[in-house]
């Protein structure tokens, strides 16, 4: 009944991307020879056509790449290559801990072997064609070797201590594997802005004194304290511009990516910080870590009850080990299969997503012009080629943030 159920939970999580798709790619086409009213005169009809192109594209890949998950999920479980994995895994090598880590990586090597030609396609095919990829193949190589490195030096102890705790710890492994991911996920909080974002971008302070000035009354303003103003080099890799949060407590910092300061003007700057210190003011930042913790406890409590049920494995076509432990196949299949039954909380966490942008708009428009914020929102939409006509079901769906024309209208009711 467990396999019957998989593959019904597959199905139905396939037939609904396919047809969230298949609306947004009819529903962008059908809307590219108009602008919305709301961006007459600021966002033109070659812009906005692109934009609808870029859309399309993004859109195809991405249905290309889920089936291709769905196929290396299925030949994983049910076609007995996790079972093949783990048997070849036994014959090879004695030692307990290294056998399951072992599998745990080749599982992760396989699947990121079989995801790199639509990485490669993404960025030196479809980002290239519409002028946004600035990676080269050497920097492309080099970004590919250091995420491996971490994944290796970062993830290989998590995973090794996890599976230590869960064959010695008894029932109470759950617990102690929580408490070891809380540590884990503080660490690299604490670690990401000082050592490893420079690993992969150059991060030197904001130069500019009116912008620093502005920000610096705006962060005192909203009882926001910061360790410092960075400038990232982001146009190394791509044309699109952002800004965010790193950090906490003393070393809380604002990064800015050269590419947005090349684009907005000082109050636009202003009021996207503005809008982001509207996330630190609703707390949806520490909200959204506490229930992505709580979250962890209820799959780590529902893997340690799955883990000792037969049936679990037997039924997604893998046969456990007589007489060794079974917990990294545990792990690795409790991962692979839990999307495939969790798919149905895509909307609601993309609605509680975009409910707290609207707050930190709201937020925004009251410590800063709204129009300004207006003005940094369609030279960005603009820029990164954000379409501008969704269809509302697949944004409602799947998007984080707003639709544009609705996030507009929004911060009209403000004034300027």
């Excluded at 993830?155 to 599976?163: D, E, F, N």
């Excluded at 603009?382 to 769906?397: K, M, Q």
Aim: proline share 4%; net charge positive; with cysteine.
């Amino acid at each position: 009944m467990f396999t019957l159920l998989f593959i019904a939970f597959l199905l139905v999580d396939i037939g609904l991307r396919t047809w969230m798709s298949m609306r947004q790619i009819r529903y962008v086409r059908r809307h590219r020879n108009e602008v919305p009213t709301e961006f007459l005169g600021r966002i033109g009809l070659a812009s906005h056509q692109r934009a609808a192109d870029y859309t399309h594209a993004k859109v195809q890949l991405a249905l290309l790449e889920s089936f291709t998950e769905a196929a290396v999920l299925v030949a994983l479980t049910l076609l007995g290559g996790l079972q093949f994995l783990d048997t070849q895994m036994a014959r090879l090598i004695d030692h307990e801990l290294l056998r399951q880590l072992a599998l745990i990586g080749s599982v992760l090597l396989i699947i990121s072997v079989i995801g790199l030609p639509f990485t490669l396609w993404r960025k030196f095919k479809l980002e290239e064609r519409f002028g946004f990829n600035r990676v080269t193949p050497a920097l492309f190589c080099a970004d590919t070797i250091k995420g491996a490195l971490l994944l290796i030096i970062l993830g290989g102890p998590l995973a090794a201590l996890v599976l230590w705790v869960m064959g010695s710890a008894g029932p109470a492994w759950v617990w102690w594997a929580w408490l070891i991911w809380v540590v884990f996920n503080v660490f690299i909080l604490w670690l990401f802005p000082t050592a490893i974002a420079p690993l992969f971008n150059k991060f030197k302070p904001l130069d500019n004194p009116e912008i620093a000035q502005r920000i610096q009354t705006l962060a005192q303003r909203c009882g926001f304290s910061l360790s410092g103003l960075f400038v990232m080099d982001g146009s190394k890799r791509s044309a699109h511009g952002n800004a965010y949060f790193t950090g906490f407590g003393k070393a809380r910092r604002i990064v800015f990516f050269d590419t947005l300061l090349a684009r907005l003007n000082t109050d636009e700057i202003e009021a996207v910080l503005a809008h982001e210190l509207g996330h630190f003011k609703h707390r949806h930042i520490i909200k959204r870590m506490v229930i992505s913790l709580v979250l962890a406890l209820v799959f780590l409590l529902a893997l340690g009850w799955l883990s000792q049920q037969i049936w679990f494995y037997t039924e997604l076509g893998v046969i456990p080990q007589l007489g060794r432990p079974n917990d990294g196949l545990a792990l690795i299949l409790f991962f692979l299969v839990m999307p495939v039954f969790t798919f149905w909380a895509t909307p609601l966490a993309a609605w509680f997503s975009r409910r707290d942008e609207f707050q930190a708009d709201d937020y925004a428009a009251k410590q800063c012009s709204p129009a300004a914020l207006v003005n940094a929102l369609v030279k960005l939409y603009d820029d990164n080629a954000a379409t501008l006509t969704p269809d509302p079901l697949h944004s409602a769906y799947y998007d984080s943030h707003p639709p544009a024309v609705l996030r507009i209208q929004n911060l009209k009711k403000h004034g300027s």
